[in-house]
């Protein structure tokens, strides 16, 4: 069983900057792809971030792309996404999630069998 761990999430205005992290268990983090996702209000959750295990190959959807940064410390079993000039329609409740080692898209939330409770960003206007 793994367990994730979101934290990080607030309130920003537009131009800001927030720095999730998410704190995973389990001995073979280092092994872990992890991804971010979030889901607005009334709208179907969406990919944003995914780095992949040892090698740490990163992955981004085209509207968070230069903007948002994913990383892991594997000493801390933590992985971040660095947000950086947020904007109003970022606001939503962000998720990290552990992919499934059968599974090969790294976009799609059916990739991956756990997740976290998710937290928060609201970015003001």
């Known amino acids: 069983q793994v367990q994730l761990v979101e934290s990080g999430g607030g309130l920003v205005q537009a131009g800001g900057s927030l720095r999730l992290s998410c704190l995973a268990s389990g001995r073979a983090f280092s092994t872990y792809r992890v991804g971010w996702f979030r889901q607005a209000p009334g709208k179907e959750r969406e990919f944003v971030a995914a780095?992949?295990?040892?090698?740490?190959?990163?992955y981004y959807a085209d509207s968070v792309k230069g903007r948002f940064t994913i990383s892991r410390d594997n000493a801390k079993n933590t992985i971040y996404l660095q947000m950086n000039s947020l904007k109003p329609e970022d606001t939503a409740v962000y998720y990290c999630?552990?992919?499934?080692?059968?599974?090969?898209?790294?976009?799609?939330?059916?990739?991956?069998?756990?997740w976290g409770q998710g937290t928060q960003v609201t970015v003001s206007s």
């Open positions: 999630a552990k992919k499934s080692t059968s599974r090969i898209d790294y976009t799609l939330d059916s990739s991956y069998d756990y």
């Open positions: 780095i992949s295990g040892s090698v740490g190959t990163t």
